[in-house]
């Protein structure tokens, strides 16, 4: 199916646009956005580790 994710709990194919399959009613994983990142794993942390280093950054120039 074009367009489709495999549901995480039940394993059927649903469509991508949808929030929660349509089988079993479990919400799909979606990476939407710059931020949604955050929730996944090591590229999250990662993310948070090099904006905190830029800010830090900023702050000691300014400071």
């Not at 956005?33 to 090591?42: I, M, T």
Request: one cysteine or more.
């Amino acid at each position: 199916m074009e367009g489709s994710i495999r549901c995480p709990r039940c394993g059927e194919e649903t469509p991508a646009e949808n929030l929660s399959c349509i089988f079993c009613g479990a919400t799909l994983p979606h990476r939407l956005g710059v931020f949604s990142g955050l929730r996944y794993g090591w590229r999250g942390i990662l993310f948070l580790v090099i904006a905190g280093l830029i800010i830090l950054s900023f702050l000691a120039l300014v400071l």
